[in-house]
């Protein structure tokens, strides 16, 4: 019995190593040890998220506004309708952003169906990353303590799971 179990782990083994596994050049090549890790960065690479639902990053419109100061921002909903969640649109470079405000569906009549929501009002610098979070590329989140790094860890997680449900996802942390 112990040489049958020694030889299914061996064959399940042997399995895994010669399964094809799609991993994308750029992360092979980072993995070892060759190229820029620069060019890992989400603006580098050719197939960038062009609309994120950022969910309940932001804690309302104004909170919105102040992490993108200075971009042209467009918003086709009526002033009482710019509510969360936020969708956001990132067009082209220089061509300002598009927030599409939606309402989500009704998760049910009792309290605790009603999903636990963000409350960090995160940084201009801490949405930067959330963002390169959502797309597609090597995304290192590093700080001193208390500088909300697993805050946006978390969120990051939460925007990829409510941005690309049936997708896998790889997230470390240390």
Not at 31 to 40: Q, R, T
Not at 42 to 70: Q, R, V
Not at 130 to 155: E, R, S, W
Request: charged share 20%; aromatic share 10%.
């Amino acid at each position: 019995k112990q040489w049958y179990q020694r030889r299914v782990a061996i064959t399940a083994g042997r399995d895994m190593i010669n399964t094809e596994c799609v991993v994308p050049a750029w992360l092979h090549d980072i993995f070892l040890g060759y190229g820029d890790p620069g060019e890992a960065h989400y603006s580098k690479m050719p197939n960038k998220t062009e609309t994120i639902d950022f969910n309940d990053t932001f804690l309302d419109a104004e909170h919105l506004l102040e992490n993108f100061l200075g971009m042209e921002i467009k918003c086709d909903a009526p002033p009482e309708k710019q509510v969360k969640p936020f969708k956001i649109r990132f067009p082209e470079k220089g061509a300002g952003l598009e927030v599409i405000p939606y309402t989500l569906p009704n998760p049910g009549p009792y309290p605790y169906n009603k999903p636990k929501e963000n409350s960090v009002r995160f940084t201009p610098t801490q949405i930067e990353a959330i963002k390169a979070g959502c797309n597609p590329g090597l995304t290192m989140v590093v700080g001193p303590p208390g500088t909300g790094k697993t805050d946006v860890a978390v969120q990051v997680i939460n925007n990829i799971y409510h941005n690309f449900p049936n997708q896998r996802a790889l997230t470390d942390t240390f």
